[in-house]
Every structure is written in structure tokens, then in C-alpha cells.
């Protein structure tokens, strides 16, 4: 049996769509930050590659090994829409925008990825993760957790979409030889 303990990064304060844009996390919640390494166990931490969750995997680390990070954790490629806001984005093509968000999965952004192409992603990091047979505290983002929800549930994509996951929160899924978990999810720090 082993639990995935997912951790959404710090908050950037981005209003636009940010995939793979490498923006920084503010950290300046000391008191969620401590919250949040209290809670979590003993386990090896890993992170995406990018500095908002590099930087909030070294905030809550503590004495806990490291594992190196892990490209398939990113955030999705929102492509040509990275950093732009709804509106622009709308104004320019308003019928993928809105296939993009009522109709996930095959829908990309140009040159981005799909839905699916990150679920598919994020599966391999948390399988490669699960076959250590231990724990592992993952710092992610919004996208990647949230594929591991909609597996872990077994839900549909338009379902996976309702559940929030908030910025420093907790969601915790465990797989043993009868399935998957759902510990809980989008867990306050």
C-alpha cells in the first residue's frame, strides 16, 4: 500500500492560464507552511521542475529525503494561451475556449496539450511513484492533482472539474492491491 500526498504549490498571484510559465511561489504563509509539514509524514518529497513547486517542496521539506524532480509533474501546456488572460483568449477563438472548458480531454490549446495528454503524463509520475511501495509527498500543481483525483474517484472529466484545489492545500489518495482511496482532498493547511 502506498498514498500519494499531493501538494499544490505556493500561490503566484497570476491571473492568466499558467501551465509551464515559470513563475515563483509567495511563501509568505508561514504559519499554513508549518500546518502543512506538520501534517504530512515521514516520506521522500518530489517535485515538478518548476520553481513555484521546487521552491514550496523546499519550504516544507524539513529533514525529509528528496527525490529529484520530475518533468511529468508539471502543470498543463496551455501553448499559445500561457499567461493570457480568459477574456483575450475568448475574444480570439471563443469556440475551442469553450470546447477547451465544456468539453475536456481531446480539446488543446494550440500548441498546448490536452486534458488527456496530461492525465496520461501524470500516470506515469504517479505509477513510477507508487512502485516504491512507500509514501510520497508530491508538490504540484493544480492540473496533475487533479487528474489523480479524477483516478482515484473514477470520475469523469466535466466531475473532476467541480473539485477545487486551492494553493497549499492537501490531497491525499492511497492505492493498495484493492484499488484506489480517496483520502481527502483540497485538505486546508
Not at 521522500?44 to 513547486?53: F, G, Q, T
Not at 497549499?168 to 492505492?175: A, K, N, Y
Request: net charge negative; glycine share 8%; with cysteine.
Amino acid at each position: 500500500m502506498s498514498t500519494l500526498w499531493w501538494i499544490r504549490h505556493g500561490p503566484t498571484h497570476a491571473r492568466g492560464m499558467v501551465g509551464w510559465t515559470d513563475l515563483p511561489a509567495d511563501l509568505g504563509d508561514l504559519a499554513a507552511l508549518e500546518r502543512l509539514r506538520d501534517a504530512l509524514p515521514d516520506a521522500p518529497v518530489i517535485s515538478s521542475p518548476l520553481v513555484r513547486a521546487v521552491n514550496t517542496a523546499d519550504a516544507i521539506q524539513g529533514s525529509r529525503p528528496r527525490l529529484p524532480h520530475d518533468p511529468d509533474l508539471r502543470e498543463m501546456s496551455f501553448g499559445a494561451w500561457e499567461t493570457r488572460l480568459h477574456d483575450e483568449i475568448d475574444a480570439e477563438d471563443p469556440v475551442l475556449l469553450r470546447a477547451f472548458w465544456e468539453r475536456p480531454g481531446e480539446t488543446r490549446p494550440p500548441g498546448g496539450e490536452s486534458w488527456n495528454e496530461l492525465r496520461t503524463r501524470v500516470d506515469r509520475a504517479a505509477d513510477r511513484l507508487l512502485t516504491r511501495g512507500e509514501d510520497v509527498i508530491v508538490v504540484a500543481h493544480f492540473g496533475p492533482i487533479l487528474t489523480q483525483y479524477q483516478r482515484a474517484a473514477d470520475l469523469t472529466t466535466v466531475a473532476a472539474f467541480g473539485q477545487r484545489i486551492d494553493n497549499l492545500s492537501l490531497s491525499q489518495f492511497r492505492r493498495d492491491g484493492a484499488g484506489w482511496t480517496v483520502c481527502r482532498v483540497n485538505y486546508p493547511a
